[in-house]
């Protein structure tokens, strides 16, 4: 009989949760997907995989170490990838305490769980690092730049990184940190900025009235890939003979504002910019519309400037290289979002009363 190996992910309806159930299915694992119990529908991400007859789904919730530790013993995974935050950065400056509630303590919790429950030895742990932990070190960043964390979620996440090696080093647990710079999909949370970005373009592509698109700083930038080349890597990691961190990213870093640029020319718009700070505009360069403003009240406190990943490390020792570069990953995701706004626009044009069709 063959046995397939069991991963159990936690944050499986987050952005990476779906990607990362996607692809261990496709490699033959059962899957148990760990969600915090909602009133409502969160699984939308999960629609394609939901009647998957080797996926499961649980109820769990970071916060709650007896809860894990039940499901560590019933799903019985030979892999946990622990995906689930409080995963943003300028939310993190307003919930700082519940931000290490979950991304701090959460993963010291999963941890203790499978000590306590004998299976350091044989369940191999991911920790979703993150790239945000170097705050303004200089770029490029590896595994051996100094951490610099310049927000509650940063330094939440770093407490949960030296946890990891510190679990690792004492109790020989095969825990690994994946120090993930950004990635983004078509399957991103809608308060980032990329698929923010992505849903204003689509939503004034469409629509003459919709509104304008307000940001925050468009100066910082960051090193943007596709989070299913991202989530193959965490995988890579778990498949080596011996624990260790790595880095994953393009090496290519794009500003806020080349996104923007980047986007409304995949739909067609050529941007013209006007003044500067707050005051800084784009418009169409055809017909003058009004289509960015800034809004300061999206600044952050304190803000990290340029991040750019120095993979050299993953690319050597797993054999990871993205396979999708920042034009195609602006394109698609500007892509879905047209389709989601020609999809909502169809809906409520039939549940207005246009449905004649239908009478
Ligand atoms: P995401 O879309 O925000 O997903 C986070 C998931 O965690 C959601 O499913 C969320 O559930 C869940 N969650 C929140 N609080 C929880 C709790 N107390 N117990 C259990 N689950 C909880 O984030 P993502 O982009 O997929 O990122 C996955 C992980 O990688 C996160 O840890 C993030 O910090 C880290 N990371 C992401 C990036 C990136 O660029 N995407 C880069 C580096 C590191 P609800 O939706 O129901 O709240
Ligand atoms: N969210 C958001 N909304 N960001 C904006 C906006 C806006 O309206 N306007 C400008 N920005 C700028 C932010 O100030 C930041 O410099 C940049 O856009 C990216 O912001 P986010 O998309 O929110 O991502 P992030 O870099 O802060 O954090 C993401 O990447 C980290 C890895 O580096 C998240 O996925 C984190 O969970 C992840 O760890």
Not at 151 to 176: E, H, I, Q, T
Not at 258 to 271: C, P, T, W
Request: glycine letters at 8%; hydrophobic letters at 40%.
């Amino acid at each position: 009989m063959q046995v397939h190996p069991s991963a159990l992910i936690t944050g499986i309806t987050g952005q990476d949760g779906a990607h990362l159930a996607e692809f261990l299915l496709g490699r033959g694992y059962v899957v148990h997907g760990v969600r915090l119990y909602s009133a409502t529908d969160d699984t939308q991400r999960l629609r394609d995989i939901l009647d998957h007859p080797c996926f499961h789904l649980h109820i769990g919730d970071l916060n709650d170490g007896g809860a894990l530790a039940r499901l560590i013993r019933d799903c019985a995974p030979n892999e946990i990838y622990n995906l689930a935050a409080q995963s943003h950065v300028h939310a993190s400056f307003k919930v700082p305490e519940a931000t290490a509630q979950i991304n701090a303590l959460g993963p010291l919790r999963l941890l203790e769980a499978v000590r306590v429950l004998g299976r350091e030895h044989d369940i191999k742990f991911y920790q979703a690092s993150s790239s945000e932990m170097f705050g303004n070190a200089p770029a490029p960043q590896n595994e051996n730049t100094p951490f610099a964390p310049c927000s509650p979620y940063a330094a939440a996440k770093l407490y949960a990184y030296w946890l990891v090696r510190n679990y690792r080093d004492a109790y020989g647990m095969f825990a690994c940190n994946g120090i993930l710079f950004n990635h983004e999909s078509a399957l991103r949370g809608q308060e980032f900025v990329t698929q923010k970005i992505a849903r204003g373009v689509a939503a004034l592509a469409s629509d003459r009235d919709a509104p304008v698109l307000a940001l925050g700083n468009l100066n910082s930038r960051r090193d943007w890939g596709d989070a299913r080349d991202y989530v193959r890597g965490m995988w890579m990691m778990l498949q080596r003979d011996t624990p260790d961190d790595y880095v994953l990213g393009t090496g290519q870093s794009h500003s806020v504002r080349d996104f923007v640029n980047a986007a409304f020319d995949a739909a067609g718009f050529s941007l013209t910019w006007a003044g500067i700070g707050v005051g800084e505009t784009a418009r169409c360069s055809r017909t003058g519309r009004l289509l960015v403003r800034i809004d300061p009240s999206l600044f952050r406190p304190t803000e990290v400037n340029n991040l750019i990943a120095d993979a050299t490390k993953a690319r050597t020792i797993l054999g990871w290289t993205p396979e999708t570069d920042f034009q195609t990953l602006v394109r698609d995701m500007i892509v879905a979002a047209m389709d989601d706004v020609s999809h909502a626009r169809r809906d409520d044009h039939w549940a207005n009363g246009n449905n004649a069709r239908f009478a």
